[in-house]
C-alpha cells in the first residue's frame, strides 16, 4: 500500500488460508474496532478474502496499529 513502510510480506508467504500477522490482542481488537478487519486476538487473520480491490486498505489498516 502507498505510505507503508512496514514489510508486509507475511501475507503473501503465508501458505493456506491465513496469515499470522504478528500484531498482540490490542492491536487486533484496535484493528477490528477502528478498521472494520477481522481476525482473531492471536493475530491470525483470514487471507482467502484478501483481493486487488481492499489489500491496500487492510495493509494500511495493520501498518497503522503495528
Known amino acids: 500500500a ?3 513502510k512496514q514489510d508486509m510480506s507475511f501475507i503473501t508467504q503465508q501458505k493456506g488460508m491465513f496469515s499470522y500477522s504478528g500484531l498482540n ?3 487486533m481488537q484496535r484493528l477490528r474496532s477502528e478498521f472494520g478487519v477481522y481476525g482473531v486476538d492471536s493475530g ?3 487471507v482467502a478474502a484478501l483481493n486487488s480491490k ?3 486498505a ?3 489498516a495493520i501498518a497503522k496499529v503495528a
Open 2 to 4: 502507498a505510505g507503508v
Open 25 to 27: 490482542k490490542e492491536q
Open 44 to 46: 491470525r487473520i483470514c
Open 54 to 56: 481492499n489489500i491496500d
Open 58 to 60: 487492510v495493509v494500511s
